[in-house]
């Protein structure tokens, strides 16, 4: 199987992403997956240009798209993805589009098809704070993740999809006191077992209805 996981670049005023970071340390293989990466930029306007791009050069059976969400406490796979940009910040091209759809007249939401409710179990199993979040914002991750089920939707395409928001890691919290952080070892075993349990597993049954609906 062939997995395709997304990064972003830093972004709000910090010099880290976590989900660089990790992407960065995925190993090439993981049992009989094969892992591409593809570093995204924090900005609307190019961003799902580079994920097709990259979906179409690595032709995957399931996506992860991951981010940083500072304020998280845990690693946080999402459950929906919704039809709507509306920016706290400018992105890293200077956007700030207020209450704009994503793609404009369609679906008010997606659900992921990755099984997040196994994954966060065998993550916490592992001995990982994980929860399932029931928003990805509105920002540029949700603006990805929204594109990405959106792409697989209209090309009825056959690879899974799926986002997971990442705490800042130790470095960043420490210029923020008080906010939560997780070590990166940590946040890449937390993808490796998204991964893994996503391979074996399929969506959960309300994401694979919303699929078919
Ligand atoms: N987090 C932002 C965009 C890039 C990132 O890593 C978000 O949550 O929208």
């Known amino acids: 199987m062939k997995i395709l996981v997304t990064g972003f670049e830093p972004f709000g005023g910090e010099r880290l992403n976590p ?5 960065d340390r995925l190993p090439a293989r993981l049992g009989g997956l094969r892992i591409a990466t593809q570093l995204l930029p924090a900005a609307y306007a190019p961003s799902l240009g580079l994920l097709r791009a990259a979906i179409a050069r690595e032709d995957p059976d399931i996506v992860l798209c991951t981010g940083e969400a500072g304020s ?5 796979p999402e459950r929906v993805a919704i039809n709507v940009q509306d920016a706290r910040i ?8 207020i209450d704009v759809a994503v793609v404009p007249g369609g679906p008010a939401a997606y659900f992921t098809t990755l099984p997040i409710k196994a994954a966060v179990h065998a993550m916490r199993e592992a001995g990982l704070p994980a929860s399932v979040s029931n928003s990805a914002g509105t920002f540029v991750c949700n603006h990805v ?5 959106h792409y697989a939707a209209m090309r009825k ?5 799926g986002f997971m928001h990442l705490p800042y890691l130790p470095e960043q919290a420490a210029n923020h006191p008080k906010a ?5 070892d940590c946040i ?3 993808i490796e077992i998204v991964l893994t349990v996503s391979a ?5 049954l309300v994401a694979a209805e919303g699929e078919t609906a």
Do not use: H, K
Not at 90 to 97: I, K, M, T, V
Not at 145 to 149: A, R, T, W
Not at 200 to 204: I, K, L, Q, R, S
């Open 72 to 76: 998280r406490i845990d690693l946080t």
């Open 200 to 204: 074996e597993t399929g969506a959960d």
């Open 19 to 23: 989900s660089q970071a990790a992407i």
């Open 157 to 161: 395409a056959r690879f899974r999809g």
């Open 145 to 149: 993740f929204y594109g990405l089920m």
């Open 180 to 184: 939560p952080s997780m070590a990166l």
């Open 90 to 97: 400018r992105d890293n091209e200077g956007d700030q589009p």
């Open 188 to 190: 890449v075993r937390g």
